[in-house]
Antibody
């Protein structure tokens, strides 16, 4: 079955750039949007953005200016970069499988598959 | 933005109890609501999608209902493995908003 394995640096200093990657195994990137979600004690679960295999991207408007997402279909991986981090970005970050796409149109789907989570701490 | 509000934030219950958690959306969201279970140190696990559809492999004691603005997650007979935090989520074409969570703890 499809599994997601994620990795990236867990300790950052303020103003640095967070970089995470999620690898899909047991399936393909095609046919879905792949999301990044974070969870912090203060803000709960928060959708960051999602990307499909064509590189089409949707962002949470509150984070758009600092977020970059990319996808590598040759490796079945997708990535997140969040620039200029502050202590407020301290959170557990998850990758997950979301929206579906078929026949040229896309449709809402709940997040049925999640990565294991990466704890990211921003501290000087 | 559409907001989703869960209640209660904490619920104390015993094994065998019937448990109900509610989620209210600030606007009509049709049936685009999911429920997740999360245990400490783990990713959320999908229980219910499109308001009332049970995800494959999820025990039948979990059920969801509602449409429009008011939704409910019910656990018909609480089991020891069910003590966890539960989240609702709006996931239509424009929003992917989570509720604040309901912690189900042992009475």
């Amino acid at each position: 079955q499809v599994q997601l394995q994620q990795w990236g640096a867990g300790l950052l200093k303020p103003s640095e750039t967070l970089s995470l990657t999620c690898s899909v195994s047991g399936g393909s990137l095609s046919g879905y949007y792949w999301s990044w979600i974070r969870q912090s004690p203060g803000k709960g679960l928060e959708w960051i953005g999602d990307i499909n295999h064509r590189g089409n991207i949707n962002f949470n408007p509150s984070l758009t200016s600092r977020v970059t997402m990319s996808i590598d279909t040759s490796k079945d991986q997708f990535s997140l970069r969040l620039s200029s981090v502050t202590a407020a970005d301290t959170a557990v970050f998850y990758c997950a499988r979301g929206r579906g796409c078929s026949g040229g149109s896309c449709y809402p789907r709940a997040y049925d598959i999640w990565g294991q989570g990466t704890v990211v701490t921003v501290s000087s | 933005d559409i907001q989703v509000t869960q209640s209660p934030s904490t619920l104390s219950a015993s094994v065998g109890d019937r448990v109900t958690i509610t989620c209210r959306a600030s606007q009509d969201i049709d049936r685009w609501l999911a429920w997740y279970q999360q245990k400490p140190g783990k990713a959320p696990k999908l229980l219910i999608y499109k308001a009332s559809n049970l995800e494959s492999g999820v025990p039948s004691r979990f059920s969801g209902s509602g449409s429009g603005t008011d939704f409910t997650l019910t656990i018909s007979s609480l089991q020891p493995d069910d003590f966890a935090t539960y989240y609702c989520q709006l996931y239509d074409d424009f929003s992917r908003t989570f509720g604040q969570g309901t912690k189900v703890e042992m009475k």
